[in-house]
C-alpha cells in the first residue's frame, strides 16, 4: 500500500509538456474538400445509396482517406504509369470510398486487410487496361505471339485443345495459316528491351495474384479456376485489341457508311460477345474468385457443393456481364473518340434504332417534314438531332438488357445463399456485388476512366497494327487443362 501511494504522489507531481500535432498528423484527419464533396453529391443521387444517411457517408470517406494515401504511394510498384501516355488517372481517388462506402452499408463485415487487397487489385486491374491500350499495342506480331505464350505459362496453362467453342470465343479473328498450330515458341529471334520489359511487367502482375499466400491457402478447384480466369482475361484485352483495330481500319476504309461498317465486325452476335470476351474483358470473373479466396477459411472450401460453385460461377458471369453493359453505356462518346469496340457497335443495336425512328420520330414535331422546309444551314442541325435520338434509343436498349443481367444476378445469389453451408459468406459476396454495381452506376454517370493522351492517339493513327496473330499461336479454348 504504501509502494501504491508512492507512485500516486509521485504522479501527481510530474510537469505536463504539451506538443501541437504535426501538419502530417493532422491531415489523416482532414479530406480535400473539392473532391470529397463532388463525389458525396455523385453519391447521394445514385441509386445504390440515395437514401443513406449524411454521418454514414461521412464516416466511409473518413476511412477511404487513409487507404487513398496508400494507394497514391502504391501507384507504381507494377505498372510505371508515369510511363504511360495516358491523361491523369482520375479514378483513383474513386476506388477507395466505392469499397468503404458498400462495406459499411452491410455493417463493416470486410477486415480493413481484406479492404485494402481488394482497393489495391481494383487499381492494378485499370492499370492493366490502360498498359495494354498503350504498351502492348507497340509490340511487333512477333513480340505479342511471345507475350501470349509468357502469359499462358504465368497462369500455368498447358497447350490449349482446339473446340468450336474456343473458335467462337475468339470471334473468328484467326487468319490463313499455312503454318504449325503451334510454331516454336524459341524462333531465335531477338528479344527486344520492349518485349522484355512488357513481359516482366505482366508477369509481376500475375505473380501478385497466383502468389498471393490466401491464394495459395486455398483450394485446389479455385487456384485452379482463378488461374484460367486471369488467362482469359489477359487474353480477353488482346481480342480488344484486335476488334479496335478492326473497327478503325473500317472506319477509315470510308466504302461504307458507318452502321455498314460495323455490321462487318460482329462476326458472333451480341449475345456471346458480351458473356466471353466482354465479360471477361471487365476482370470480374477472375477478381470474384480472388476476393473469396480473401473471405473464405483456408482449411475449408467455401462452395463445396456442385450447385454453390454453378451458382456463384452464374453470379459472377451475370455480374461481369452487367458491369460491361453499364461500362459501355457510360464511355459510349469515348469509345467512339477512340475507335474503342462498345456494345452499341453491334447490329442489333443501330439496326432496331434505324427503324425506330423511321417509324417514330423522336421530336414533338416531324422531323422529317421540318427538313425539306429547312434551309440547308439548318438541315446539318436536323441530322446531328437525329444521330443523337438514335445513340440515346440504342442505349436505352442496352440498359434495359443489363437490368435483365441484373435480375439474373440477383436470382443467383438468392439461390446460392440457400445453398452455401457457411454463415455470413453471403454478406461479403453482397459487398463484392455493390462495389461492382457502384462502378458501372458511376459510369453511367460520368467516364472515369483515363483517356489515352493526343501524342498517343496521333502516333496510333499512323501505325497499322496487324494483331490477327493470337489464333496462329494459341487457339483458346474451354475444354482448357491447368498444370
Known amino acids: 500500500m504504501l509502494l501504491k501511494k508512492v507512485y500516486q504522489l509521485t504522479a501527481l507531481q510530474i510537469s505536463i509538456e504539451r506538443f501541437d500535432w504535426s501538419d502530417r498528423l493532422r491531415g489523416l484527419f482532414v479530406l480535400p474538400a473539392e473532391n470529397s464533396t463532388q463525389m458525396k453529391q455523385m453519391l447521394i443521387n445514385l441509386p445504390l445509396f440515395g437514401k443513406s444517411s449524411s454521418e454514414y457517408i461521412e464516416i466511409a470517406f473518413?476511412?477511404?482517406?487513409?487507404?487513398?494515401?496508400?494507394?497514391?504511394?502504391?501507384?507504381?510498384?507494377?505498372?510505371?504509369?508515369?510511363?504511360?501516355?495516358?491523361?491523369?488517372?482520375?479514378?483513383?481517388?474513386?476506388?477507395?470510398?466505392i469499397w468503404t462506402i458498400c462495406n459499411g452499408k452491410f455493417g463493416q463485415s470486410l477486415s480493413p486487410e481484406t479492404l485494402w487487397e481488394m482497393i489495391y487489385l481494383s487499381m492494378l486491374n485499370y492499370q492493366i487496361d490502360e498498359y495494354m491500350e498503350t504498351v502492348?499495342?507497340?509490340?511487333?506480331?512477333s513480340e505479342l505471339r511471345s507475350l501470349v505464350f509468357r502469359i499462358q505459362d504465368g497462369c500455368g496453362i498447358n497447350d490449349c485443345y482446339v473446340s468450336l467453342l474456343g473458335l467462337e470465343l475468339l470471334g473468328g479473328i484467326r487468319e490463313a495459316s499455312s503454318g504449325p498450330f503451334f510454331p516454336d515458341r524459341n524462333n531465335g529471334s531477338p528479344t527486344s528491351e520492349l518485349l522484355s520489359k512488357t513481359c516482366s511487367t505482366i508477369s509481376t502482375y500475375i505473380?501478385?495474384?497466383?502468389?498471393?499466400?490466401?491464394?495459395?491457402?486455398?483450394?485446389?478447384?479455385?487456384?485452379?479456376?482463378?488461374?484460367?480466369?486471369?488467362?482469359?482475361?489477359?487474353?480477353?484485352?488482346?481480342?480488344?485489341?484486335?476488334?479496335?483495330?478492326?473497327?478503325?481500319?473500317?472506319?477509315?476504309?470510308?466504302?461504307?457508311?458507318?452502321?455498314?461498317?460495323?455490321?462487318?465486325?460482329?462476326?458472333?452476335?451480341?449475345?456471346?460477345?458480351?458473356?466471353?470476351?466482354?465479360?471477361?474483358?471487365?476482370?470480374?470473373?477472375?477478381?470474384?474468385?480472388?476476393?473469396?479466396?480473401?473471405?473464405g477459411k483456408s482449411d475449408e472450401s467455401t462452395f463445396e457443393r456442385p450447385q454453390s460453385r454453378y451458382l456463384s460461377q452464374g453470379l459472377a458471369r451475370h455480374l461481369a456481364t452487367m458491369c460491361r453493359q453499364y461500362n459501355d453505356y457510360g464511355s459510349s462518346a469515348r469509345d467512339t473518340e477512340e475507335g474503342n469496340l462498345n456494345s452499341l457497335d453491334f447490329a442489333e443495336f443501330f439496326e432496331n434504332s434505324s427503324e425506330q425512328l423511321d417509324s417514330k420520330p423522336h421530336f414533338e414535331f416531324d422531323i422529317h417534314s421540318a427538313e425539306a422546309e429547312a434551309p440547308a444551314?439548318?438541315?446539318?442541325?436536323?441530322?446531328?438531332?437525329?444521330?443523337?435520338?438514335?445513340?440515346?434509343?440504342?442505349?436505352?436498349?442496352?440498359?434495359?438488357?443489363?437490368?435483365f443481367e441484373r435480375g439474373c444476378m440477383e436470382l443467383a445469389l438468392e439461390r446460392l445463399g440457400a445453398v452455401i453451408e457457411r454463415p455470413g459468406i453471403t454478406k461479403s459476396i453482397r459487398v463484392f456485388i455493390d462495389v461492382t454495381d457502384l462502378f458501372g452506376q458511376i459510369y453511367v454517370q460520368k467516364d472515369i476512366a483515363s483517356r489515352l493522351s493526343h501524342r498517343h492517339k496521333a502516333l496510333c493513327g499512323r501505325r497499322n497494327v496487324i494483331l490477327f496473330f493470337i489464333f496462329d499461336c494459341c487457339e483458346t479454348s474451354i475444354f482448357m487443362r491447368v498444370k
Open 62 to 97: 473518413l476511412e477511404a482517406n487513409y487507404f487513398t494515401r496508400r494507394l497514391y504511394q502504391s501507384r507504381s510498384d507494377i505498372f510505371p504509369r508515369a510511363q504511360m501516355p495516358m491523361t491523369t488517372d482520375k479514378y483513383l481517388p474513386y476506388i477507395p470510398i
Open 377 to 403: 444551314d439548318n438541315k446539318i442541325e436536323i441530322e446531328e438531332a437525329e444521330a443523337l435520338n438514335s445513340v440515346q434509343a440504342m442505349k436505352e436498349e442496352l440498359m434495359a438488357i443489363a437490368e
Open 136 to 141: 502492348v499495342l507497340r509490340l511487333s506480331k
Open 207 to 295: 505473380e501478385h495474384i497466383l502468389q498471393h499466400p490466401v491464394v495459395l491457402r486455398a483450394p485446389s478447384w479455385i487456384r485452379t479456376n482463378l488461374a484460367v480466369e486471369l488467362y482469359n482475361f489477359l487474353l480477353a484485352h488482346l481480342i480488344q485489341n484486335v476488334d479496335n483495330e478492326r473497327l478503325r481500319a473500317s472506319k477509315k476504309s470510308g466504302t461504307q457508311s458507318r452502321h455498314k461498317s460495323r455490321a462487318c465486325l460482329s462476326q458472333n452476335d451480341y449475345f456471346k460477345w458480351v458473356r466471353s470476351t466482354a465479360a471477361d474483358n471487365t476482370s470480374c470473373p477472375f477478381s470474384f474468385l480472388f476476393f473469396i479466396c480473401l473471405v
